[in-house]
């Protein structure tokens, strides 16, 4: 096979400028015959990427979350690749483990990679460590960035965001408008400040309902342990008879926990969990679910990040809040 040909092999063989050629092989020029002629004789095939810089536009962006094994950053893939699509542009797809060292090496890399814009979930590593260095590196460079779901207050940006607060706040009324006397939040992302929100709606739900605020009711587990020991001594204490779950995990270890002390679900004990995955949809007996609808909020995220790149008259950033639904099972 021959040597690819290239733009610069196009202009110096038919002696006209780059700009010529590009109009011609775009279809909007009256060299456009010669130039089309000489491309097919070689085998000319566009390079999207050169003709894009020339252009001063790569329609290049990414997105980093922090894991694909969670129920809701699994589905936020297909549904910023399919506006990215819909809309021209070209997606880079990464995925930083909860690792602070590999968030911000990641960014790195895409900082030098012509992009024009960053959508990220936070990894938790960086929530503990508090460090958002990296983030305004990529703003002071031009790139358009937008935080979603896990965001901080720290970064001037775009951020789509769950109504976390509200969601554990109506999850817990509900638990105890049903007749639970004593309910208790299990949660194993104390470092995420999605998380801490979640324990401020139950709160505030428990103390609305003029009960007493246990604090050995808001068990933090540590990940590092295991579970049951943690979480065994606070129900033969208090005798709980409801449940909010923070995320997946802790409600299916929850699940097994409870029926191993001979508690039946829903008659002694009643659960609802945040996220609306396989785990709490296909156990026995089922669980209510406070679904949090991450294509929709990855949707509204590509789409404000590609909003401001093709608006050059920007507005200030905002904070776009989507609401949750609360999904009632056995």
Request: net charge positive; hydrophobic share 35%.
């Amino acid at each position: 096979m021959g040597k690819r040909i290239t733009i610069k092999d196009i202009v110096q063989q038919l002696n006209v400028s780059i700009s010529k050629v590009s109009k011609a092989l775009n279809d909007s020029d009256d060299t456009k015959e010669l130039v089309k002629q000489y491309a097919a004789k070689h085998k000319y095939r566009s390079n999207k990427l050169a003709l894009s810089l020339l252009n001063k536009r790569t329609k290049a962006i990414a997105v980093i979350t922090p894991n694909i094994l969670n129920n809701f950053f699994s589905k936020v893939f297909a549904g910023i690749e399919e506006v990215a699509t819909n809309n021209g542009y070209t997606l880079i797809s990464c995925i930083s483990n909860e690792s602070y060292n590999k968030e911000v090496k990641t960014i790195d890399f895409l900082n030098n990679e012509s992009l024009e814009g960053l959508i990220v979930s936070i990894a938790e590593e960086i929530q503990l460590k508090k460090s958002y260095e990296h983030f305004q590196k990529v703003i002071d460079q031009g790139i358009e960035l937008v935080l979603f779901n896990r965001v901080t207050d720290k970064v001037d940006c775009d951020k789509i965001v769950d109504d976390d607060f509200d969601g554990a706040y109506n999850a817990t009324k509900d638990l105890l408008h049903t007749g639970c006397k004593n309910v208790a939040v299990i949660s194993l992302i104390d470092s995420l400040n999605l998380g801490k929100l979640r324990v401020e709606g139950y709160k505030k739900a428990i103390l609305e309902s003029n009960k007493k605020l246990i604090s050995d009711l808001i068990i933090h587990v540590d990940k590092t342990k295991d579970f049951n020991t943690q979480v065994d001594p606070v129900f033969f204490k208090y005798k709980i008879d409801g449940l909010l779950c923070l995320e997946e995990k802790s409600v299916l270890k929850s699940s097994s926990l409870v029926k191993s002390k001979g508690y039946r679900i829903p008659d002694d004990i009643s659960i609802v969990c945040f996220t609306n995955g396989q785990i709490p949809r296909y156990i026995t007996p089922s669980i209510t679910t406070i679904s949090q609808h991450a294509k929709q909020i990855v949707r509204a995220a590509a789409s404000k990040l590609i909003t401001r790149l093709e608006n050059p008259n920007r507005g200030a950033y905002s904070t776009e809040v989507i609401k949750a639904s609360f999904i009632e099972r056995e």
